[in-house]
């Protein structure tokens, strides 16, 4: 769903530019109380994880693809503010390297990608969490209906975003209805996506997965060859010791699976377009795109240039992708760390010298 230079006049452009810039900056504040030494380089690949896996669109219908979107998988993950943040990292580097996502665009791609899709998934995750059991299995169902609903939100947002600042004449109703029906089959995808990649963490380190916090299994003793729940005082230290884990394994295991979706899996990917660019065409949206500002990139369209093998082209160009994005928002989010632990420090030092 990345839009492109041209949609969208400059006004509506730039309005949408400063929404986004406010977004970002409330979210550098709120991502500081999310973040811990071991979730802050677990941002950074979040961000590239993402990237990843926005290059295997998936068929959803005749001449039609999807790809991920991330809003709800980072929230779920890693909290709603740093959630905002790694969509944000991902569209600056498709944006800036490989010519994904019009550069006047960017304001636009991060309020209806970033902002829009965490608003509604981790809303509709932290609501259905109140009122179903206190589970694992409860916590991917909430992730898959959050991530399912957050796609066609933010068809809408887009849709709404066109009729104010829209380029072509073309009638919203038939803008909302086509951009609303190809992104709720999309979010179907989105949502199988998201759940089993937070089922998969959660099975392992639960204590990683920021929605999942107090969440607490209940530990198991074999008595007589048969599992039962154990006394709340065996589990107890069982569970302090939950997150005192090294996350180095974890780290390794995301990073290699994304270069290797990112690297030789995208190759397989579905060449239709995205739901976007389907329905910009079917319906005359994009008939004042302009190139993009990033068009002569080595890493242009996700290839590199000059190579021609288009295998190695493009998987070399998704290595370099998730490289550079795991960089750049570890890079962030540790600075971000950082700046709480100053001012826990600050703090601190205050509260002593009063």
Not at 52 to 79: D, E, K, R
Not at 191 to 218: C, E, F, N, Q
Not at 328 to 342: D, E, H, Y
Request: some cysteine; aromatic content about 6%.
């Amino acid at each position: 769903m990345h839009v492109p230079d041209g949609f969208i006049n400059a006004p509506v452009s730039v309005a949408a530019g400063v929404v986004a810039a406010a977004a970002v900056a409330v979210s550098l504040r709120g991502a500081r109380r999310e973040l811990d030494e071991r979730t802050a380089p677990l941002a950074g690949l979040v961000a590239a994880f993402i990237f990843a896996v926005q290059m295997l669109n998936f068929p959803v219908a005749a001449g039609t693809s999807g790809h991920l979107l991330g809003g709800a998988l980072a929230a779920i993950l890693v909290g709603p503010y740093t959630g905002v943040l790694c969509v944000s990292v991902v569209l600056l580097m498709q944006g800036i390297l490989f010519a994904d996502g019009g550069l006047t665009a960017l304001g636009v791609n991060v309020t209806v990608m970033g902002v829009v899709t965490v608003v509604i998934a981790y809303a509709i995750f932290r609501g259905l969490l109140g009122i179903l059991p206190p589970t694992r299995r409860s916590v991917t169902a909430a992730a898959f209906v959050g991530a399912l609903l957050s796609v066609p939100a933010a068809a809408a947002a887009f849709t709404a975003v066109y009729a104010i600042g829209g380029t072509t004449d073309v009638p919203i109703g038939k803008v909302i209805t086509a951009m609303v029906g190809v992104h709720l089959l999309i979010g179907i995808g989105e949502a199988a996506i998201t759940a089993a990649t937070v089922g998969a963490v959660i099975a392992v380190r639960p204590d990683l997965v920021h929605g999942a916090r107090g969440l607490a299994a209940p530990l198991k003793l074999r008595v007589d060859g048969e599992l039962v729940d154990a006394p709340a005082a065996a589990a107890a230290p069982a569970t302090a010791g939950a997150g005192a884990g090294s996350t180095k394994k974890v780290w390794v295991t995301g990073l290699v699976t994304a270069l290797v979706l990112a690297g030789f899996v995208s190759f397989y990917a579905s060449a239709n377009p995205d739901g976007l660019e389907k329905v910009a065409a079917d319906k005359g949206i994009d008939e004042k795109v302009e190139e993009h500002a990033a068009a002569d990139s080595p890493l242009a369209d996700y290839s590199v240039k000059d190579v021609d093998d288009a295998r190695l082209s493009g998987g070399l160009a998704g290595v370099i992708g998730v490289g550079v994005t795991v960089v750049a928002g570890t890079g962030i989010f540790w600075t971000v760390r950082r700046r709480r632990s100053q001012d826990l420090t600050a703090t601190a030092t205050s509260v002593s010298a009063g």
